[in-house]
């Protein structure tokens, strides 16, 4: 267990030294929602109407921007390879480096989320679903998005086969996500909605941590 | 300790060796020679276990290294081109990280280490503003660290300066004589007198 919060110290304070990769993100994330509106209709009706799946669609495009450098840069000076021929368990290093991508990206992006639902003029009853529907889907994102980013960070050029692998499984997370917000802004029950974001995220931490520690192995070993 | 037979690599359709045969025992230096793209960072990396294609038998204490793997790692030292420096931290945060993930290097304290290294007073500097021989000392530091009977390095030399070079020398010398044992590829002459070295070349088995 130490090991484990070892490895989650280095990485933010590894993210801390680099705080580019923190705020490119959560600027992409505000972006879109500023320029969103200007682009198609400052109408504060029609805003609202699609305001859940504006900000689920930025949230989920502003983590699959940074999930690629998960493990780039180990990569890049061999940190990756004395990962690999540690005693200490793969999986352990590998959730603590994707909890600690979440922390620093989606943890980040689901606190800055009112700011946009109050730019997109979504309902006040909607604001906290939104929030929570974020906490329970970003860290699945970033679990799903470490495999991909495991399997291509052999690749000098990964950033598009990343996202050709990821995002179709983004998509039952975006729907699911967009409709908990929906559903609580025309003030329907949510329970339903959070169960199936809760579900997915307890079998994404469970079977991803497997997967991310094979892709790895295959980048390396070859 | 360590058993290789009938090691056969090919990469880009380039065989690399073929029936490549040694075995290393306690207290040998192996000093692995080639020319450039001669194969000897792919074989170094094939016997810390970080490269999976090749075909032959790699045996640690007669076990197959496929399931002897745990055991292995933790009595193996593998110091890349690469050392694992992160350019962000500082030689402290650096070491302190390296002996988590290796618990093997638990020789000396960080600081001891770093003394070693001659990088004592450098501690708190992020390590993107140390010189290139300052970052390699960083990661060489896991040499006085380590208490893992067989290091395998690569190109341990690279960016150290005369003074460096001899120091990382008499250590291999203790190293070998208190019963480790040692693979590294160099281009440099080593001057170790007291030992016995071993020279592979690659070259010749083409």
Same mark, same amino acid.
């Given at each position: 267990?130490?090991?484990?919060?070892?490895?989650?110290?280095?990485?933010?304070r590894l993210s801390f030294r680099h705080r580019n990769d923190i705020v490119n993100?959560?600027?992409?994330?505000?972006?879109?929602?500023?320029?969103?509106?200007?682009?198609? #209709?400052?109408?504060?009706?029609?805003?609202?109407?699609?305001?859940?799946?504006?900000?689920?669609?930025?949230?989920?495009?502003?983590?699959? *921007? #940074?999930?690629?450098?998960?493990?780039?840069?180990?990569?890049?000076?061999?940190?990756?390879?004395?990962?690999?021929?540690?005693?200490?368990?793969?999986?352990?290093?590998?959730?603590?480096?994707?909890?600690?991508?979440?922390?620093?990206?989606?943890?980040?992006?689901? *606190?800055?989320?009112?700011?946009?639902?109050?730019?997109?003029?979504?309902? #006040?009853?909607?604001?906290?679903?939104?929030?929570? #529907?974020?906490?329970?889907?970003?860290?699945?994102?970033?679990?799903?998005?470490?495999?991909?980013?495991?399997?291509?960070?052999?690749?000098?050029?990964?950033?598009?086969l990343i996202s050709l692998l990821i995002l179709p499984l983004y998509i039952p997370?975006?729907?699911?996500?967009?409709?908990?917000?929906?559903?609580?802004?025309?003030?329907?029950?949510?329970?339903?909605?959070?169960?199936?974001?809760?579900?997915?995220?307890?079998?994404?931490?469970?079977?991803?941590?497997?997967?991310?520690?094979?892709?790895?192995?295959?980048?390396?070993?070859? | 300790?360590?058993?290789?037979?009938?090691?056969?690599?090919?990469?880009?359709?380039? +065989?690399?060796?073929?029936?490549?045969?040694?075995?290393?025992?306690?207290?040998?230096?192996?000093? +692995?020679?080639?020319?450039?793209?001669?194969?000897?960072?792919?074989?170094?990396?094939?016997?810390? %276990?970080?490269?999976?294609? =090749?075909? %032959?038998?790699?045996?640690?204490?007669?076990?197959?290294?496929?399931?002897?793997?745990?055991?292995?790692?933790?009595?193996?030292? =593998?110091?890349?081109?690469?050392?694992?420096?992160?350019?962000?931290?500082?030689?402290?945060?650096?070491?302190?990280?390296?002996?988590?993930?290796?618990?093997?290097?638990?020789?000396?304290?960080?600081?001891?280490?770093?003394?070693?290294?001659?990088? =004592?007073?450098?501690?708190?500097?992020?390590?993107?503003?140390?010189?290139?021989?300052?970052?390699?000392?960083?990661?060489?530091?896991?040499? =006085?660290?380590?208490?893992?009977?067989?290091?395998?390095?690569?190109?341990?030399?690279?960016?150290?300066?005369?003074?460096?070079?001899?120091?990382?020398?008499?250590?291999?010398?203790?190293?070998?004589?208190?019963?480790?044992?040692? +693979?590294?590829?160099?281009?440099?002459?080593?001057?170790?007198?007291?030992?016995?070295?071993?020279?592979?070349?690659?070259?010749?088995?083409?």
């Amino acid at each position: 267990m130490n090991f484990f919060f070892a490895a989650i110290k280095r990485d933010l304070r590894l993210s801390f030294r680099h705080r580019n990769d923190i705020v490119n993100p959560l600027a992409f994330f505000l972006m879109v929602a500023v320029m969103f509106p200007l682009g198609v #209709s400052p109408e504060p009706k029609f805003l609202a109407e699609v305001a859940p799946g504006v900000i689920w669609v930025a949230a989920l495009l502003a983590s699959l *921007l #940074s999930v690629d450098g998960i493990f780039r840069s180990d990569f890049e000076d061999g940190s990756l390879e004395q990962m690999l021929l540690s005693p200490r368990p793969l999986i352990l290093l590998v959730l603590a480096k994707v909890f600690s991508h979440w922390l620093v990206s989606g943890f980040c992006l689901a *606190l800055m989320s009112p700011l946009l639902a109050l730019m997109l003029f979504l309902p #006040s009853e909607g604001v906290t679903s939104l929030m929570i #529907s974020l906490l329970l889907g970003t860290p699945t994102l970033s679990l799903i998005g470490a495999i991909g980013a495991g399997l291509t960070v052999g690749l000098r050029k990964g950033g598009v086969l990343i996202s050709l692998l990821i995002l179709p499984l983004y998509i039952p997370l975006l729907i699911f996500g967009a409709a908990t917000v929906q559903a609580a802004a025309m003030g329907m029950p949510t329970a339903g909605y959070f169960a199936i974001l809760g579900a997915i995220l307890v079998v994404s931490i469970m079977l991803t941590p497997f997967a991310i520690v094979a892709a790895l192995k295959i980048s390396i070993r070859g | 300790m360590l058993t290789v037979k009938n090691l056969f690599c090919e990469r880009d359709e380039r +065989i690399l060796f073929n029936n490549l045969e040694f075995e290393l025992k306690t207290g040998e230096v192996l000093q +692995i020679e080639g020319q450039n793209g001669s194969g000897k960072t792919t074989l170094l990396r094939i016997l810390a %276990g970080l490269l999976e294609a =090749y075909e %032959g038998d790699i045996c640690w204490k007669n076990k197959p290294l496929s399931e002897a793997r745990d055991a292995y790692y933790q009595a193996m030292l =593998y110091v890349g081109h690469l050392a694992g420096v992160k350019s962000a931290l500082t030689p402290e945060e650096n070491l302190e990280w390296m002996m988590q993930l290796a618990p093997h290097l638990n020789k000396l304290s960080i600081f001891e280490a770093l003394k070693k290294v001659g990088l =004592y007073g450098f501690e708190d500097v992020p390590c993107h503003s140390l010189s290139a021989g300052q970052q390699r000392r960083v990661g060489l530091a896991r040499l =006085y660290l380590s208490t893992a009977p067989l290091w395998v390095l690569d190109e341990p030399f690279t960016a150290l300066d005369k003074k460096g070079v001899a120091e990382k020398e008499a250590l291999i010398a203790h190293h070998v004589q208190s019963g480790g044992a040692v +693979i590294l590829t160099t281009h440099h002459e080593l001057n170790i007198p007291q030992i016995n070295i071993r020279h592979l070349n690659l070259d010749s088995l083409k």
